[in-house]
């Protein structure tokens, strides 16, 4: 898990060169994706002993699993409070290690759209309830998300906990 500041290098470097301005919101969470279900298997004690695993959730028929970290990972002035462990989906080929990168904006997101017509966009759960979102694809395996509410909130509003 230590390699996550050699992806964050590679991931900022991306979102520079796709002209993206993410100054100012918080990095939320960052996510690592497995090639395979006994990947994932194998390395959910090591996510585990990061922090506490908060919620593992089936999505699109696979875990996706969310630790809020004890010691968050720091990356130049950014503070990264959780992490996510994914499953690849049935069926899917993908490579393990860090995939993506989160940030909570209050801007909409037809705006953000609007802004980066050349950036290729995948908005499929951008009209959610909880854990909307769209993604910029950046490179093969690199992704960047905006969301409404950090990873965190979305958990405690599923559960009910609005506070």
Not at 7 to 14: A, G
Not at 44 to 60: Q, R, T, V
Not at 64 to 92: N, Q, R, S, W
């Amino acid at each position: 898990m230590k390699d996550y500041k050699k992806f964050l290098d590679k991931f900022f470097q991306r979102v520079e060169e796709a002209g993206i301005d993410i100054n100012g919101l918080q990095l939320d969470h960052i996510a690592y994706y497995t090639a395979s279900r006994e990947e994932y298997e194998e390395l959910k004690p090591e996510f585990e002993a990061l922090g506490n695993f908060d919620h593992e959730a089936i999505i699109s028929n696979r875990r996706v699993g969310v630790i809020t970290l004890d010691e968050p990972f720091v990356y130049k002035d950014y503070k990264i409070e959780a992490a996510e462990l994914i499953e690849p989906k049935e069926g899917e080929t993908h490579s393990s290690g860090w995939e993506h990168a989160e940030f909570v904006t209050d801007e909409y997101y037809n705006e953000i759209l609007a802004k980066y017509p050349n950036v290729k966009w995948e908005t499929g759960s951008m009209n959610r309830p909880i854990y909307s979102h769209i993604t910029a694809i950046l490179d093969t395996d690199l992704k960047l998300k905006f969301h409404d509410k950090s990873i965190l909130e979305c958990i405690r509003i599923e559960r009910g906990q609005h506070g």
